[in-house]
């Protein structure tokens, strides 16, 4: 209801047998191969949802020319339906990533007005309630 969308993700899968698992099992020692992997899964990301909402722009054009070729046809169903369709407002989201707690933030591109901070921290947030570790 707030226009975010919480939820939506990507599941990756890689084959990393080059990294070392830690103590725990649970995670990977944080070496700089392993900060190199996340840098670079974080631009396949970036260009994942880049490429995503391209293609989603295209199929909107389409639909809009599509529709306004059926209207010039049939002027007489202009007015039988009172619905239109909403579509949901696009969001501008970029992928960064915290250098101190490796986490990932979906952070609206407009609210960085264009220059990002690199490397980026949880307390660099643009929001100041989010300014923390979550």
Not at 42 to 53: F, I, T, V
Not at 106 to 118: K, Q, Y
Request: proline share 4%; net charge negative.
């Amino acid at each position: 209801s707030s226009g975010q969308r919480s939820g939506v993700g990507v599941i990756g899968v890689i084959e990393c047998n080059f990294l070392k698992p830690a103590h725990n099992k649970q995670d990977f020692e944080y070496t700089k191969e392993y900060r190199l992997t996340l840098a670079a899964l974080g631009l396949k990301l970036n260009d994942y949802w880049r490429e995503k909402k391209e293609k989603k722009a295209k199929e909107r054009a389409f639909q809009a020319l599509e529709r306004k070729s059926q209207e010039g046809d049939t002027e007489e169903t202009e007015d039988e339906d009172g619905e239109e369709d909403e579509e949901e407002e696009e969001v501008n989201v970029m992928w960064i990533q915290c250098e101190e707690c490796l986490k990932w933030r979906g952070i609206s591109t407009h609210l960085f007005a264009g220059s990002v901070p690199d490397p980026f921290r949880c307390s660099m947030h643009p929001i100041p309630s989010l300014r923390n570790h979550f």
